[in-house]
């Protein structure tokens, strides 16, 4: 029996339990919280209560943002049914919803386009892998809309579109916040954060709400380095930022609300834990074996990730005759550097060409710059007042300006080059970069966007409501490439791609009851194509330039998501449940291509996804909740894809899983309030724990695995013929987190937690370096983590 039926069958039966939803923190809440469990979203881009919202919807408020101790999404993430992020160090995340996902992207691809899109309010802010870490701090709520919400949010949200809802400034109060952290990772590394809130206003018609956070990143992998001496916690950093916004009322009308925000990252390392490296193994007889361990990587120069972010926005609402006219204006400025020791990868070159030992061992510095300029404007004109038939249309616009360059700085390297392959050739193969630098690369990028939409929802009876909406897009992208050095072809190129198509929606919902809703959608997503960046034929073996040199540009992924859901609310529980299934068509995969330290992207003709997500909160006795959440996905591909002598490429193969998403996930949780001495304070405890189920990093990953990895390189005394065993599928990992404290009278709330509390090590992503034949190895969560926050509010 196929794939394909299979997942049929799951869904069908999972249709009776059907569609999700909570939000509703499973933690200590006031009465009035828990018997209205009201939580307004702007999902649908109009004010709405979340269980009226007719699709499936999660919306994680301030206070559950605050209760579960979380200073990134990844953290948040693990409490939302359908939702994976993987993190590959602050500021480098991957969001993937119900299951649609292309496998990993790395800091060397900026073609490939998100399937996730991510707002702050309105504004996009989605980056492929570079996605701004936007700290938590001050949020109203952060809202996960699953399934594809191309009709009202476009290109990057064929998986689903997550949204950062900030607080706004208020002209009725003046107050503040100032919160206080510390922590320890791993028993040895100290974090904390410091972050502070005021919101004043200025008259009747103007208020002024300001952020500022700093934050230090305790570290938790430790570096041997080649020359010494080592170093622990090598991947610690710190983020700093904050946001200025002002809120212009002048009537009840027209709100005006300008805002800038700036972040910083720098980080001085990355949370990988390396298996074999080129320099670090235990088959060496020249130089000291050396078996790396848990939290251990080598190196021979300092890595560091440094991320600047600037975003100005200019939102503004007219309300007239019942009708709301808004206007979203956006900036964004970015600096992205991702510092890398490639002296691995470059060591590996070297002793393919036969250099000397001394050749191998020079420091190599594989330095990625980002430079991003990006431009969108969104006009969008809708019904304002209540009633049976409303109606939205709009119009967006986007333009990007990527400079992605790449240098690999090698000081001496180009005096081996010339006396091993004769004299002038490092000066021959520049193409007009610098010295000593065998690889690189600029790519400017300048993508633009045209797009119309429109939704409309009518009320057939008092109980039944149809819902009906298209997007129409417009998109060209147009790549420069330039390329120079002993490893580059020397191009000089330039390429173009463009498409269009109209993404569609229809849902019906229907009050069964007053307290439940039954719904059913049909809509389609697309993610954009884009053009692949050449091979680096110098370091290919012909195999691998004969596999994967043919995919030049790669189209737009598009894919038919049919669902249906319900959601339960009745005194003290809430209960929301989905049941889905995805028809994807040219998904966009992502390969490692090989020996030539490139990847790739290229389209999978089918592919699907199909499950069952739910979520539940209950209160069941005076000071108890208690949640559960979880997800249960089938995604695989429908096609098999081969080279020309019938060899499948890169594991697509049908009945493969698709790359980097758990089969399960699971959330339980649990808290009870109580109150201390007269009343006036409260305590509390809880506890949760998370389940994420097994994935794989590649699809070719579940191929011939556990798989021995033979680098071919003799150095060090290693012949180069030892072979490293490694199973590449990704164990599923649980985490327990603990927290206790005390509300107390006048706004003052301490709490003590641990989160992680048996130390598990949980293995995000599979690392290889060329092919694996310079180094192995995998991103690494973060260990136990002892914490203590202080929030005052004023």
């Known amino acids: 029996m196929s794939a394909k039926s299979n997942s049929s069958k799951i869904l069908l039966a999972g249709c009776s339990a059907l569609a999700l939803i909570p939000a509703a923190p499973a933690f200590a809440q006031d009465p009035e919280t828990v018997d209205t469990n009201v939580i307004v979203v702007t999902a649908t881009l109009r004010e709405t209560t979340l269980q009226d919202v007719p699709f499936s919807v999660n919306a994680q408020t301030e206070e559950a943002i605050q209760r579960a101790n979380a200073t990134t999404m990844e953290e948040l993430a693990r409490d939302v049914a359908g939702l994976s992020i993987q993190n590959l160090g602050p500021g480098q995340s991957q969001v993937s919803v119900r299951g649609v996902s292309a496998g990993q992207v790395v800091r060397d691809q900026p073609g490939v386009k998100e399937q996730v899109g991510v707002y702050l309010d309105d504004t996009v802010i989605s980056l492929s892998l570079f996605t701004p870490d936007i700290d938590l701090f001050d949020l109203n709520r952060v809202e996960t809309l699953r399934g594809p919400q191309g009709t009202l949010f476009g290109s990057g949200s064929v998986g689903g579109t997550l949204r950062y809802i900030t607080n706004q400034p208020d002209p009725t109060q003046f107050e503040g916040v100032i919160e206080g952290n510390v922590n320890l990772v791993d028993g040895d590394d100290i974090g904390g954060h410091l972050r502070g809130m005021i919101n004043v206003p200025i008259g009747d018609t103007l208020a002024i709400r300001a952020v500022a956070y700093g934050q230090r990143y305790g570290g938790f992998v430790d570096a041997l380095f080649e020359n010494g001496p080592d170093e622990e916690d090598i991947n610690s950093g710190t983020r700093f930022g904050g946001r200025i916004a002002l809120a212009f009322t002048p ?182 970069f610098p010295a000593n630098s065998p690889y690189n690369a600029d790519l400017p990028y300048d993508i633009e966007q045209l797009a119309a939409f429109g939704e409309i929802s009518y009320d057939i009876t008092d109980a039944i409501t149809l819902t009906a909406g298209a997007r129409y897009y417009d998109f060209s992208e147009v790549r420069s490439f330039t390329s120079g050095g002993l490893f580059s072809n020397g191009d000089e190129r330039t390429d173009e791609t463009s498409s269009n198509g109209i993404t569609p929606r229809l849902i019906a919902s229907w009050d069964v009851h007053p307290d439940i809703t039954v719904n059913a959608q049909v809509s389609r997503g697309f993610r954009l194509g884009g053009v692949n960046d050449p091979l680096n034929l110098p370091l290919c073996s012909d195999e691998d330039e004969a596999i994967f040199g043919g995919f030049q540009d790669y189209d737009d992924e598009t894919l038919w998501n049919y669902e249906t859901g319900v959601k339960i609310q009745i005194p003290e529980v809430t209960f929301n449940a989905a049941a889905f299934y995805t028809d994807i068509s040219n998904l966009q995969v992502t390969l490692d291509a090989g020996s030539c ?99 794989f990093t590649q699809p070719s990953d579940q191929e011939n695995n556990p798989r021995g990895f033979v680098s071919g390189l003799p150095f060090g005394g290693a012949n180069g013929n030892d072979v490293t065993i490694i199973n590449l599928k990704l164990p599923g990992y649980e985490l327990v987190n603990l927290s206790a404290g005390v509300e107390l009278g006048g706004g003052t709330d301490v709490t003590v937690y641990v989160n992680n509390v048996f130390d598990e090590n949980p293995l995000l992503s599979f690392d290889r370096e060329r092919g694996g034949r310079a180094r192995l190895g995998f991103n690494i969560g973060q260990p136990r983590t002892y914490g203590l926050t202080v929030r005052q509010r004023f």
Not at 270 to 280: D, G, K, P, S
Not at 361 to 379: A, G, H, I, K, Y
Not at 411 to 429: E, H, I, N
Not at 662 to 689: D, H
Request: aromatic content about 10%; charged content about 20%.
């Open 597 to 695: 330290s490139s990847r790739i992207v290229f389209n999978v003709p089918e592919a699907h996804t199909a499950g069952v997500e739910f979520e539940f909160t209950a209160h069941p006795i005076e000071g108890v909740d208690v949640g559960f959440s979880g997800s249960v996905v089938e995604a695989r591909f429908d096609s098999t894809v081969v080279d020309g002598n019938g060899n499948v490429i890169g594991g697509i193969r049908t009945g493969n899983r698709l790359p980097s998403v758990p089969n399960v996930q699971l959330a339980a949780n649990a808290a009870y309030s109580f109150p201390i001495g007269t009343g006036e304070s409260i305590g509390f405890l809880r506890a949760s724990l998370q389940y994420v189920g097994s994935r």
């Open 251 to 432: 009537n009840e009308n027209i709100t005006i609300t300008p805002r800038v925000l700036y972040q910083e990252i720098d980080v001085d390392g990355f949370n990988r834990q390396e298996v074999f490296n080129l320099y670090a193994n235990p088959h060496t007889t020249t130089r000291p074996p050396i078996q790396l361990g848990e939290r251990e990587q080598y190196l021979l120069l300092q890595e560091r990730f440094l991320d600047e972010t600037m975003i100005a926005d200019l939102t503004a609402t007219f309300e007239f005759g019942g009708v709301a006219l808004t206007s979203v204006s956006s900036y964004i400025n970015r600096d992205i550097l991702v510092s890398r020791d490639a002296s691995a990868l470059t060591g590996s070159v070297s002793v393919d060409l036969g250099f000397p030992d001394e050749a191998v061992l020079l420091p190599s510095n594989l330095r990625d710059t980002t430079d991003l300029e990006t431009f969108t404007q969104e006009v969008r004109l809708g019904s304002a007042e209540p009633g049976p038939f409303q109606w939205l249309i709009g119009g967006f616009y986007s333009k990007v300006d990527r400079v992605y360059a790449q240098r690999l700085p090698t000081p001496g390297y180009d005096a081996f080059t010339d006396a091993a392959l004769g004299a002038g050739t490092s000066a021959a193969v520049a193409n007009g």
